[in-house]
């Protein structure tokens, strides 16, 4: 059996497309699906990291190894991290990208190890987006250096993925299609879902529900969810405080208010958003005396009217 990194990579990326290329994926499609596109993402990203310098595949390249490189007994770096390492040396990779990536990542991970809950049309979403994040990482980056043969090799391949990713998508946008109606008008209250990534997700009146993967989450527990599956954060910076990364809404007073989201209707702007009363700030600061967040005036006293009020 000879896989090399490339090959090995392409055959996992061909095994995604046969799983998904069908009228109705049943659950085993859906399994091997992400298993198979989290390990063709990993094995092709560290391909390209081993192009610029084969040190960098180590969890640490201070202590990298030739000898136990050649015969691969060394602990690899984490997908996290070879991102990074990629960005460092010139290679673009969007928040938006590295956001699916992560997602697949942790699904893959619950899939092997726990099991996984999710919808179809949740995984299939993600998997497109995946996949034309692959298809454009391999032409732009991996294919100009390598050999001949890897280069024929990846062409015939490539050539495959991209013929079956129409239809792929296409469900996706049946699904779009049909839910679209519901969310005209409703654009202030319409993000991203961190399940599917469809600006699909309406969290409205204290309801956080998605209408293409028709996931549903409770205001409280919605926000770290969207840091993590949208923001692209790691859930290991939560973990030890699990009430974060909301904040107490000085509208409605729940805990629900995240410093950074993305609504419909401004999808370039950041601006501070409460799933508890579905309120959108912009501005928002900590009372240097009570510690809550309130709108600052515009005399930008750093103290909040009921901090003041007492103090009278």
């Known amino acids: 059996m000879n896989y090399p990194p490339i090959q090995n990579g392409m055959d996992y990326l061909r095994s995604v497309v046969t799983h998904l290329d069908r009228e109705e994926p049943d ?5 091997y699906a992400v298993l198979h596109l989290q390990a063709a993402t990993e094995v092709l990203l560290k391909a390209l990291l081993v192009a610029f310098d084969w040190r960098q595949a180590f969890t640490k390249p201070e202590e990298a190894d030739q000898l136990a490189y050649q015969q691969g007994d060394f602990n690899s770096c984490k997908i996290d991290d070879a991102i990074k390492r990629l960005r460092s040396l010139g290679v673009e990779i969007s928040p938006e990208d590295k956001g699916n990536i992560t997602h697949l990542a942790q699904q893959r991970n619950r899939l092997q190890h726990f099991g996984l809950t999710a919808t179809a049309p949740a995984i299939e979403s993600r998997a497109a987006q995946v996949l034309d994040f692959l298809i454009a990482f391999v032409g732009d980056h991996l294919r100009p250096g ?37 969310l005209v008008g409703r654009e202030w209250y319409t993000l991203r879902c961190p399940d599917c990534a469809k600006w699909a997700l309406l969290a409205e009146g204290g309801e ?4 293409f993967c028709e996931m549903d989450w409770s205001a409280e527990s919605f926000p770290l969810p969207y840091v993590v599956g949208v923001l692209g954060h790691s859930w290991c910076d939560y973990r ?15 805990y629900a208010l995240i410093g950074e989201a993305y609504v419909a209707v401004t999808p370039e702007e950041a601006v501070q958003y409460c799933f508890g009363c579905s309120s959108v700030f912009h501005g928002l600061e900590p009372c240097l005396r009570c510690g809550q ?13 009921d901090c003041l009020g007492s103090m009278g």
Do not use: F, W
């Not at 956080?208 to 209408?211: A, N, P, S």
């Open 208 to 211: 956080v529900r998605c209408l």
């Open 293 to 305: 967040l309130y709108q600052p005036g515009p005399d930008h006293v750093a103290i909040c009217n």
């Open 146 to 182: 390598v050999q001949e043969t890897d280069a024929q090799h990846l062409d015939r391949e490539m050539l495959g993925v991209r013929e079956a990713l129409p239809r792929i998508r296409g469900y996706s946008a049946i699904i779009m299609d049909r839910i679209a109606p519901e």
């Open 27 to 31: 659950e085993r499609d859906l399994k």
């Open 240 to 254: 030890k405080a699990p009430d974060r990364p909301a904040e107490q809404c000085p509208e409605c007073g729940v």
